[in-house]
C-alpha cells in the first residue's frame, strides 16, 4: 500500500518536472527557432559566470525577472478571482498530462510500473475535459479584470475554444471507432500492431483526416498565434491586460504546457505515442524477415526516448506555424472551425463508419 | 473545391519556405559550431559590440576639429558654421592669436549633442577644413545632459 502511494507520488513528480522543464525549455526553443527562421540568432547573452551555452540560461533569467516583478493588482479587479484566474488556467493544463504514457510498463522490483501517472480508462475524455476547463482561466481572468478590453479579449477566446472543441472531439470521434479503447495505454498499445504486414498501426495511418482536423483544432486550443483571439497583441492586448509579474507568467506558462499536452496527445493519439516502429518487448521483428534482439532495459529506452522525440518534434512543429502564419481574423476563425473543420470531422466519421460496414 | 485546394498549397509553401530556412541556417550553424568553414553564416546578425561593422566613409559621426602641424587647432573661429547650424547646437568664443599669421582661434568650441542633428553643414560651411565629422564615435550616451555637450578645442 505504501509502496503504491510512494510510486504514484514520485511518477507525479517526474511527471511534472519533464512537463515544466520542457514548457520552460520551449520558450527558450522559441526565442531560438523563431530567430534561425528569419536568419537571426535570437536571446543568447544570458550567461552564468561568462559560459553562455546559446543562450540555453534565457529561460532562468526571464523567470527570475517575473519572480522578482511587483505582484500587482488594479484596485477595480476583483481581488480573488484575479489571483484565480491564472491558478485555474495553468492547473487544468497541468492535470492533463496525467494521462499520458511516457513508455511501456517497466519491471521494478518484482513489481509492474507502468510509465504513466494513472491509467484512466476514459483518459481521451479525461484530457479533453481538462482542455475545455482551460476555458475558465480565460473567463476568468477576463471578468476580474473589470477592464473592457480584457472582457472582450476573454469573451472572444471563449467563443473561439467553444467552437473548436466540437471540432476537437468530432476528429477523435472516428479514432475512438477505430481503436478498441479509451484508455491511453490500451490505445498506444493497439498501435504496436501492424497494418497489411509491414504499416505500424499508427492513428496517422487509420485517420489521416482525423489527424488534420484534430491537429487544426488543437492548435486553435493552444490559443497561439494563427489563433490568438483571446490575446489580439496588435488591437486588444487580451485577457491579460490587468496582469504582470508571475500571474502574467503562469499565462504564458500554460499556453507551452498547452503546446505540450496538444504535441503529447498527437503523438499518444496518431503517432503510437512509445511505440518504435516493428519494435516489440524483446527486439525489432522487421517485416522483410529480420530480426534484432535486444535487453529490456534498453527496449524501454529506446520507446521513451521515441515518445520523446516525437513530442518534441511536434513542439517544433507547433512553433514553425506559429512563426509562419499571420494571424486569422474573428470571422475567418469562425468559419474555419464551423464551415470547414466540424463538417470534415462529420465526414471523416462517416467514412470510417463506411469503411467499418463495408468490411 | 479549387480555392479549398489553392488555400492548402499557400499553406504547405508558407511553412516550406520557413522550414527550409530553419535547415538551412541550423546547417551552416551546426558546421561552423564544429569548426568547419563555411562560405555562408548561419545568420545575418552583427553581434554588435564585439562585432562592428565598417562605417561608410561619407558617415556623420562625432566631430573633431582638425589640428595643425603644432597641436593647435586649426579653427580660425570665423563662426561660419555656428551660422549655419540649424539646430543652434556650436558655441564658440573668439580669442585672439598669438601667431601674428593667423588672426583669431577659438578660446571654446562646444558641440552640443542633445540638439545636434548630424547635418555636416557646419563641415561644409568650414572655409579652412578644420571641423570634420570622420572619428567613427557613434556611441554617444551619456547620464546627463552636460555629459553631451562635448567641447572640441581641448584634444
Not at chain 1, 113 to 131: K, T
Not at chain 1, 229 to 242: L, N, R, V, W
Request: with cysteine.
Amino acid at each position: 500500500m505504501l509502496a503504491d502511494v510512494l510510486i504514484i507520488l514520485v511518477k507525479v513528480v517526474l511527471a511534472l518536472v519533464w512537463t515544466l522543464l520542457l514548457a520552460l525549455f520551449l520558450t527558450w526553443v522559441e526565442r531560438k527557432e523563431s530567430a534561425v527562421m528569419q536568419d537571426r540568432i535570437g536571446a543568447n547573452r544570458a550567461s552564468v559566470f561568462g559560459l553562455r551555452l546559446f543562450g540555453l540560461f534565457q529561460p532562468f533569467a526571464d523567470a527570475i525577472k517575473m519572480l522578482f516583478k511587483e505582484d500587482f493588482a488594479p484596485t477595480f479587479s476583483q481581488r480573488a478571482l484575479h489571483w484565480l484566474a491564472p491558478t485555474l488556467s495553468f492547473f487544468f493544463v497541468a492535470v492533463a498530462m496525467v494521462a499520458v504514457p511516457f513508455g511501456s510498463p517497466i519491471r521494478l522490483f518484482g513489481r509492474t510500473v507502468p510509465l504513466q501517472v494513472v491509467d484512466l480508462n476514459a483518459a481521451v475524455l479525461f484530457v479533453l475535459a481538462m482542455l475545455s476547463l482551460g476555458i475558465y482561466g480565460i473567463l476568468v481572468a477576463g471578468w476580474a479584470s473589470s477592464n473592457r478590453f480584457a472582457l472582450i479579449g476573454s469573451l472572444r477566446g471563449a467563443a473561439q475554444l467553444v467552437s473548436y472543441e466540437v471540432a476537437l472531439g468530432l476528429s477523435l470521434v472516428g479514432l475512438i471507432m477505430v481503436f478498441p479503447s479509451l484508455s491511453l495505454a490500451g490505445i498506444v498499445e493497439f498501435q504496436g500492431g501492424l497494418l497489411f504486414g509491414f504499416l505500424p498501426k499508427w492513428g496517422i495511418f487509420l485517420q489521416p483526416l482525423g489527424f488534420v482536423v484534430f491537429f487544426i483544432a488543437g492548435l486553435a486550443e493552444t490559443k497561439r498565434v494563427p489563433f490568438d483571439m483571446p490575446e489580439g497583441e496588435s488591437e486588444i492586448i487580451g485577457f491579460y491586460t490587468e496582469y504582470g509579474g508571475l500571474k502574467f507568467g503562469l499565462f504564458m506558462f500554460t499556453d507551452f504546457l498547452e503546446v505540450i499536452v496538444l504535441s503529447a496527445m498527437a503523438t499518444t493519439l496518431f503517432f503510437g505515442g512509445w511505440q518504435v516502429p516493428w519494435l516489440g518487448d524483446g527486439g525489432f521483428v522487421f517485416p522483410w524477415g529480420g530480426r534484432a534482439g535486444m535487453a529490456p532495459w534498453a527496449v524501454t529506452v529506446l520507446r521513451v526516448l521515441s515518445f520523446n522525440l516525437k513530442v518534441l518534434f511536434f513542439c517544433w512543429l507547433q512553433i514553425l506555424t506559429r512563426w509562419t502564419y499571420p494571424r486569422f481574423r474573428y470571422d475567418q476563425i469562425m468559419d474555419l472551425g464551423w464551415k470547414v473543420l466540424v463538417p470534415l470531422g462529420a465526414v471523416n466519421v462517416l467514412a470510417t463508419g463506411l469503411i467499418f460496414a463495408w468490411r | 473545391m479549387l480555392k479549398a485546394w489553392k488555400v492548402a498549397k499557400e499553406i504547405g509553401r508558407g511553412s516550406w519556405i520557413t522550414a527550409r530556412h530553419f535547415f538551412v541556417n541550423m546547417t551552416f550553424h551546426t558546421l561552423r559550431l564544429f569548426g568547419i568553414k563555411t562560405k555562408r553564416r548561419g545568420a545575418v546578425t552583427i553581434q554588435y559590440p564585439e562585432v562592428r561593422k565598417v562605417l561608410s566613409p561619407r558617415h556623420r559621426s562625432l566631430h573633431r576639429i582638425r589640428p595643425r602641424e603644432d597641436g593647435k587647432p586649426s579653427c580660425v573661429a570665423c563662426m561660419l558654421c555656428v551660422t549655419v547650424c540649424p539646430s543652434e547646437c556650436l558655441y564658440v568664443e573668439a580669442a585672439e592669436d598669438p601667431d601674428p599669421e593667423v588672426q583669431k582661434l577659438p578660446s571654446k568650441f562646444v558641440v552640443d549633442l542633445n540638439r545636434c542633428c548630424f547635418c555636416g553643414f557646419c563641415v561644409e560651411a568650414c572655409p579652412v577644413d578644420a571641423i570634420r565629422m570622420d572619428t567613427g564615435e557613434i556611441r554617444l550616451a551619456a547620464r546627463s545632459r552636460s555629459g553631451l555637450e562635448v567641447p572640441l578645442d581641448k584634444p
